[in-house]
């Protein structure tokens, strides 16, 4: 069955991959994206670095400028600055986003704002010029920040993870109450444990669940330069900010809840001052979209409904909107399948109808093959 | 290496405050450790971190003459990415201290041989031990 989505996939692939040079940015999708940078670049980096230490992140950087004798032209990393430091009062509930005192637990919405990822790419690209004629090869540089501003988990949820962390740690006491073992039998015998890898993987499935309401920000800008310091210019400026509700649809009893109602409320912004119109002139143009989307999502299935009403704050275009509706089939976690139909901004050649094929690579390092990041 | 704590009289109330920075399950037990070998348990953590927020373990007279050992111990196994493990469990923040003895408020920092990590990284166990004396 996978072979046959691949092979499916693989063929749509080809016979849609973009054949143009310069395109505008895509911003199909409603949720916030993971690194806001690399989307405002046209050309996405062939290697996206992931360091999780000051050490690693230093050394990455130091590599780079290295081997490209000063500021690297094909360089992109995405990093979350607060792990690089110790926290006297990080603990495992208010990284969960609570506290508990006594019997009474305390949501702490903002907590997850700390955890915000910075990404920041270099990358040589041609660019079409201000008048027509032949694209220059310019240096692009973009740097985007992305966060959770608020998240507020279901009150189940919560019982359930003070319930999983009271097991965990009633069974840590039986087993460490001989304090004559050696730290290093303790520690293997403690994880060769089978109930605290229970109580562990419930937490963690606990923790994959999506929170009730969450709202995430992300900025990002991206400059181009050609060695000389009066070239610098600002290509684009994007912001987006995403209100996430999502409501279980299974029943209390349910172990694993897959199955939501998930509504998306959207607006974000984009300034974009390199669009290549279709008689070849290049424009400046800042999109204000505002929309929504709704969701049923079973476990590997998702069937969506999202309306996107676009405002064109610089040029006189008439007003648009999206509207579109998307199935969506997770094969297995690198395997995602999508098929969209609907109405695209524009008044012409506005028809979508597109199968999709995303296959995702878990690695430190990430590749990325696409030419365009969606 | 084990530390040293200056107790003094012997009516001084001793008190133990730990506290313990990761995003992993912790828990800690303060023990007592006589000359003879003996061991009891002084202090325990609460379900909310490993922290134990400055818990009275004895006066001076219960505890002049044995050693105190600070056991941590830290589960990673809830995070599930465990490509983490490694840096996680080199940022763990832990600071120890003892406070009503002839040296008042006393804090540690653990040395890098008072940590040991299981075979995978999933579990870490600080062990912290102080001398009492007069």
Request: aromatic fraction near 10%; charged fraction near 20%.
């Amino acid at each position: 069955m996978k072979k046959l989505f691949i092979t499916i996939g693989l063929v749509l692939l080809i016979f849609n991959s973009p054949t143009y040079a310069q395109k505008e940015v895509a911003l199909e999708d409603l949720q916030i994206p993971s690194s806001p940078a690399f989307i405002l670049l046209d050309v996405a980096p062939t290697s996206i670095e992931r360091p999780t230490t000051t050490k690693a992140f230093s050394t990455s950087i130091l590599n780079s400028i290295k081997e490209n004798n000063g500021i690297p032209e094909n360089y992109a990393v995405d990093f979350a600055p607060y792990w690089f430091f110790k926290h006297k009062n990080l603990n495992a509930m208010n990284y969960w986003g609570f506290e508990q005192k006594l019997l009474e637990r305390v949501q702490k919405p903002f907590s997850q704002a700390r955890f915000g990822s910075i990404s920041f790419a270099t990358i040589k690209s041609k660019m079409t010029s201000d008048t027509i004629g032949t694209p220059l090869n310019v240096n692009n540089i973009a740097l985007g920040f992305r966060t959770t501003l608020f998240q507020l988990r279901s009150n189940n949820d919560i019982d359930e993870l003070i319930k999983a962390n009271n097991l965990h740690l009633t069974r840590l006491d039986e087993l460490t109450v001989d304090p004559t073992i050696s730290p290093s039998k303790l520690a293997n015998l403690l994880e060769a444990d089978t109930y605290l890898k229970n109580c562990n993987k419930r937490i963690s499935e606990i923790l994959n669940r999506k929170p009730t309401l969450a709202l995430d920000f992300a900025g990002a800008g991206s400059w181009s330069y050609d060695n000389n310091y009066n070239s610098i210019k600002s290509n684009r400026v994007g912001a987006w900010l995403t209100l996430n509700y999502a409501q279980t649809l299974d029943k209390p009893m349910d172990i694993n809840k897959n199955d939501y109602l998930n509504l998306y409320f959207t607006c974000r912004v984009l300034n974009d001052n390199n669009v290549l119109g279709n008689n070849g002139l290049v424009y400046r143009s800042t999109n204000l979209d505002v929309g929504g989307k709704i969701e049923f999502e079973f476990d590997k299935f998702s069937i969506s409904y999202e309306y996107l009403y676009r405002n064109d704050l610089k040029s006189n275009i008439a007003d648009n909107f999206r509207s579109s509706g998307l199935i969506k089939y997770r094969a297995s976690d690198q395997l995602l399948v999508t098929a969209t139909f609907g109405k695209n901004f524009g008044n012409t050649n506005n028809v979508i109808t597109q199968i999709g094929l995303s296959l995702g690579l878990n690695s430190k390092s990430q590749q990325v093959n696409a030419d365009k990041i969606q | 290496m084990r530390k040293s704590y200056k107790i003094g009289r012997n009516e001084n109330q001793i008190s133990v405050n730990v506290i313990i920075g990761t995003k992993g399950i912790a828990q800690t037990k303060v023990f007592q450790f006589l000359p003879g070998g003996q061991y009891k348990l002084l202090a325990v953590s609460n379900a909310q971190s490993g922290n134990i927020d400055n818990a009275f373990i004895g006066n001076g007279s219960d505890l002049i003459g044995s050693y105190l050992k600070i056991r941590t111990i830290i589960d990673l196994g809830s995070i599930a990415d465990v490509t983490q493990w490694p840096q996680l469990s080199d940022c763990v923040s832990a600071k120890f201290g003892l406070s009503g003895g002839f040296l008042g408020n006393q804090s540690y920092s653990f040395d890098e041989d008072d940590k040991t990590d299981s075979s995978s990284g999933q579990v870490i166990i600080i062990d912290m031990e102080v001398n009492l004396t007069k």
